[in-house]
């Protein structure tokens, strides 16, 4: 029951964290990159997606790195090589929510800003990245 | 303007003192596990120690890495800052040089008062 349980929040918090480095992906190619450009709409949008990345999207991610860590320590799974290929790609989906939230940071400072070029293919990154992270936890093929 | 360029010093004076404290805690959790959990492990004989401090400093490494991408994704860093940032949370109480360089930059970012005959009344 209490494995069940982890396993539940683990996944909603992946739910909730996955669907805010996705809008924040949107965000990051949509808008202009110098302040001067910016309508007041545009700012204002800024500031509620810094708000909700901080509020809501970064603590889901921490969720995920504790729950997901309770998880496999429980279930003995350090020794199975999907994990490993699995902590390696969520690393990486840390990191380019780290670039995408300080990227947004600057935006929000009015600080001129042209955002990495690759943070223009993050959306599609990120869904690739998700689904080997399913496949590589349900099917567990190593 | 004015008003700007002050409060974006401010947000970045604030992600920078909370980059030191997470610095502060990364490290402090490397030197409870390899001065307290290992020897604990290795010589006491009691292996809990390291099974309770290895995840909560993987967890903080985890916090300090993310939170030193976010800062250096913000702002005007060199190359050489960066990977030196990355490279002291390998070593034990390396933590500590980190302060130095976090507060040299937060205190780069004070906005120096206007000379008091520039000061409008």
Request: charged residues 15%; hydrophobic residues 55%; positive net charge.
């Amino acid at each position: 029951m209490t494995y069940l349980l982890i396993k539940a929040l683990h996944l909603a918090a992946v739910i909730t964290w996955i669907g805010g480095m996705l809008v924040l992906s949107l965000l990051l190619t949509s808008l202009s990159p110098t302040a001067g450009a910016r309508s007041r709409d545009e700012t204002r949008l800024i500031n509620r997606a810094r708000a909700w990345d901080g509020r809501v999207t970064t603590p889901a991610m921490l969720l995920v790195w504790i729950l997901g860590l309770v998880m496999a320590l429980d279930a003995k799974w350090f020794a199975a090589p999907w994990l490993w290929v699995k902590l390696i790609i969520v690393v990486m989906l840390s990191a380019v929510h780290g670039i995408q939230s300080g990227t947004l940071r600057r935006l929000a400072n009015n600080r001129p800003q042209t955002p990495p070029a690759f943070l223009r293919f993050a959306a599609p990154l990120i869904l690739a990245a998700i689904t080997v992270i399913a496949i590589l936890a349900i099917a567990k093929p190593l | 303007m004015a008003g700007e360029e002050v409060d974006w010093r401010q947000a970045e004076r604030t992600q920078l003192r909370r980059l030191r404290l997470v610095s502060l805690l990364e490290g402090m959790t490397l030197i409870v596990l390899i001065c307290l959990a290992v020897p604990l492990k290795h010589l006491a004989g009691y292996p809990a120690a390291t099974a309770i401090v290895g995840p909560i400093h993987g967890v903080a490494f985890l916090i300090y890495l993310w939170m030193v991408i976010s800062t250096v994704s913000s702002g005007d860093w060199p190359r050489g800052e960066i990977v030196r940032l990355i490279v002291v949370a390998f070593i034990p109480f390396g933590a500590f040089m980190n302060m130095r360089l976090l507060q040299r930059r937060e205190d780069a970012l004070v906005v120096a008062p206007a000379p008091a005959g520039e000061r409008r009344s």
